[in-house]
């Protein structure tokens, strides 16, 4: 701006002394003398130069500031989570992975029919960007005491509210406005490989790779042939529509908000909630293999150990227990 103001003074100085010299030829009285006729010239034929070079340095454009670099997609973390000994362990864990993540948002929905102290509490200490969600698993679809675990599935509604939330929040934001994102359901006890975050961040639809130890298997995974997924690696009903463990996909933000019906089915048959939610969505031709084709093993299906408290019990009934104001 500064050297646009200068430049613009100097020409209009330079065009005045022009018209002022032009003026003094047209009324000065004829001069007989040729070597002043000859310096008047030179400075013409000068100030004509100057003039130019002035008008040349004028069309070119203003120097403009360096184009920001677009931001890489957001990653959308929904993570089911639920009151019980081990879960500030948990959560402790599963985010300070995500705070080595850039460009994240953790989505953390409690089995809860309120929001939780203790989960609040760690959300703010967290350092993270996040949205606070609850919802409980209606009681007649909840794990009773000694039931296995594989009896009813976990989570479904708790991913389902963190759907909700995203279709609500982003879906009103459509077009070239709606930013690019990706939807990833991540348990609160697995363990994740950094690398995996940017695998997953460039999805277009269905991203899948390897997930290990899980299905009573060491490893399970989609089957590449020629870049497309073909069939699928796991000892136990490979004929699923996606036999694939919650932790071994991604999926597009855009396709989450393009198919507003998508869920997770709270009363879908063992092994079948990962189908429940993926069918309509996609074929198996069209997931994008990643983690090299699907050969790396980034995310593993770690459970947890319910810690015994045996030792706890008897010294309570002694009325020496654990102070319940220090929270673990
Ligand atoms: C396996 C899959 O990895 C899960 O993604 C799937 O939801 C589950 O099976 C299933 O079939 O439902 P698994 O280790 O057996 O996982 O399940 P959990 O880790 O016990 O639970 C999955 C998620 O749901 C966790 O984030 C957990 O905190 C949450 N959850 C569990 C609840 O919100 N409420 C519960 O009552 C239990
Ligand atoms: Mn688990």
Known sequence: MRLKLKTVFVLYFTVSLLGLIYALMQLGQRCDCTEHDAA???TISRLRGELHSLREQMKKPEPTNPPKPALPPTIHVITPTYTRLVQKA??????????????????????????TVLVSEFLVRSGLTYTHLHVPTPRESKLQEGDPSWLKPRGAEQRNEGLRWLRETAGGRQGAQLEEGVVYFADDDNTYSLQLFEEMRGTQMVSVWPVGLVGGMRYERPVVEQGRVV???????????????MAGFAVSLRLVLANPDAHFDGDAPMGFLESSFLQGLVTMEELEPKADMCTKVLVWHTR?????????????KQGLGSDPGVEV
């Open 304 to 316: 947890t150990e319910k810690p015994k408290m045996k030792r706890e019990d008897a010294l309570q």
């Open 90 to 115: 948990e959560l402790t864990r599963l985010s300070q992975t995500l705070l080595h993540v850039r460009q994240l948002h953790w989505i953390l929905v409690e089995d809860s029919p309120h929001k």
């Open 40 to 42: 008047r010239d030179r």
């Open 231 to 245: 069939r699928f690696h796991t000892g136990w009903r490979p004929n699923r529509p996606f036999p694939l463990d």
